[in-house]
């Protein structure tokens, strides 16, 4: 898998506010009520061209797609327009948690982003979060597989529900529909479950992470996925700059917030040391943890720096690493609107 994707989610149509929903569909589709949604007017260019530049222009091999992100048809027609071979690219896509999880609903799920994207294959699917609800939305998905109905407290069991969906994971893996299997946003507990039931292990995880949530949780979940061969993928690595700030302290107290965390004053001064830009300094400082990321750009210049990290390498030295990872953390009691913050969200 290339160590650096393209990060697919939430390209608004202009700026439209992080994470509104459908975030760019540009695909008619059919609300959980059963209502058919047509696609907003211009929605979707975005994606097509973040991926014809990505592809064509920056020399960037991996795809982080995902059903929920509403823009797959779009990213097909941008693979499409790049002429780069469908062998050559690395797409990673997502199961749930806006469709149905369980057994039926994720083989089902799984062969709709195949037509969605225009191939025959899946390099890595995940299942995109623990839960099938996103604890920001309101409403409730539905599935066929009982214990996934979140609607019927009877029934409802969400770690039956967790390995029924895996277990359909492993069946797409052995048909080889799927190259690959993983999961997103687990926290130890549900890795273990899958070690517990001695199931076919996740071959990745993917989980916010920048230098502001590392140690308060970030650190151990690294260890212990690398103890057990999981392999962690960053997403948010530059900390979704255009929808998130981050905490100002003085003298061990919150003062105020940066507007993104490429405003914080080590990583504008580390910037200057290494003379590279302060993203390169966060992409690196993930890199030499062995984490691969995801960031997502819809600027060609930024994609370049992003990619150049790998081609055109530097090293931050390990007193540098650790300095990184001694900042100011970003807690939910910082900033509880931040969507990771809102409900039970099952975060690691
Ligand atoms: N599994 C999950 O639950 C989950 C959740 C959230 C996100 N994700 C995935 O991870 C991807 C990335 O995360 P994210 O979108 O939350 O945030 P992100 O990648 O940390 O931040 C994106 C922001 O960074 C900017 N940027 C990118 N490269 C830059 C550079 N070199 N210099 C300056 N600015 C730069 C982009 O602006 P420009 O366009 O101007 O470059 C954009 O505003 C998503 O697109 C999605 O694929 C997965």
């Known amino acids: 898998m290339p160590a650096i994707g393209l990060g697919l989610g939430f390209y608004g ?3 439209e506010p992080y994470g509104t929903y459908p975030e760019c569909g540009i695909e008619p589709h059919t609300d959980f009520s059963g209502h058919v949604i047509p696609p907003p007017p211009g929605c979707g260019l975005n994606t097509q061209k973040a991926v014809y530049i990505w592809l064509n222009k920056v020399g960037g091999r ?33 199961v749930g948690p806006e469709f149905g999880l369980g057994f039926n609903d994720t083989i089902n799920q799984a062969m709709g982003i195949l037509q969605e994207l225009q191939t025959s294959w899946i390099d890595l699917l995940l299942v995109h ?19 996934c109905n979140m609607s019927n407290p009877l029934t409802y069991d969400e770690k039956s529900c967790r390995l ?23 926290n130890t507990t549900h890795l273990q479950e899958i070690i517990d039931a001695k199931m076919l292990l996740p071959s990745i995880n993917q ?19 690398q103890k ?25 107290k919150v003062t105020g917030m940066y507007p993104t965390l490429l405003q914080d004053p080590l990583i504008i001064s580390l910037a200057r040391t290494y003379k590279r830009t302060e993203a390169q300094v966060l992409l ?13 750009s819809m600027n060609e210049t930024h994609m370049k720096e992003n ?42």
Request: aromatic share 10%; with cysteine; glycine share 6%.
């Open 129 to 147: 979060w623990p839960v099938m609800k996103h604890p920001r939305e309101s409403y409730i998905p539905k599935s066929s597989d009982p214990t």
């Open 62 to 94: 991996r795809l982080d797609c995902c059903n929920s992100y509403y823009n797959q048809k779009s990213v097909a027609r941008g693979i499409q327009q790049s002429g780069v071979n469908r062998s050559e690219i690395f797409i990673l896509s997502k």
């Open 284 to 296: 690196r400082w993930i890199h030499q943890q062995g984490v691969a990321s995801n960031p997502r």
């Open 207 to 225: 989980v916010a992470f920048n230098p502001y949530n590392y140690r308060t949780g970030r650190a151990d979940l690294l260890k212990f996925c």
């Open 307 to 348: 990619l150049d990290i790998l081609s055109n390498p530097f090293t931050i030295s390990d007193d540098d690493m650790i300095r990184i990872a001694n900042l100011v953390q970003d807690t939910c009691e910082v900033d509880p609107s931040w969507y990771e913050c809102v409900g039970d969200g099952n975060l690691p």
């Open 228 to 252: 057990n061969n999981i392999q962690l993928v960053a997403y948010s690595p530059i900390g979704a700059l255009d929808a998130h700030q981050f905490p100002v302290t003085h003298e061990g």
């Open 164 to 186: 029924s969906t895996w277990s359909a994971m492993i069946t797409l893996f052995n048909r080889g529909i799927v190259r690959s299997i993983g999961v997103s946003n687990y």
């Open 13 to 15: 149509k202009n700026n």
